[in-house]
């Protein structure tokens, strides 16, 4: 149980992090690439896409 709860949060920001992706308007080989890397490496991949992971479809001005 010493990392239940570092776990568990572990996982529910990669399952964020993956349906943000799928989600997102990349291209199909961009969501394939954070989609591997979020699984290979949950706590790198997941700190990677929130740096420089695809957005959404939010409009900048």
Known sequence: MEYGIV???????NIY???QTWTSGASATAKIVWTLLIL????VGFIAWLIAGPR???VRA
């Open 7 to 13: 776990g568990l949060i572990v996982l529910i920001a």
């Open 17 to 19: 992090a993956l349906f």
């Open 40 to 43: 290979i490496l949950p706590v």
């Open 56 to 58: 959404g479809g939010s």
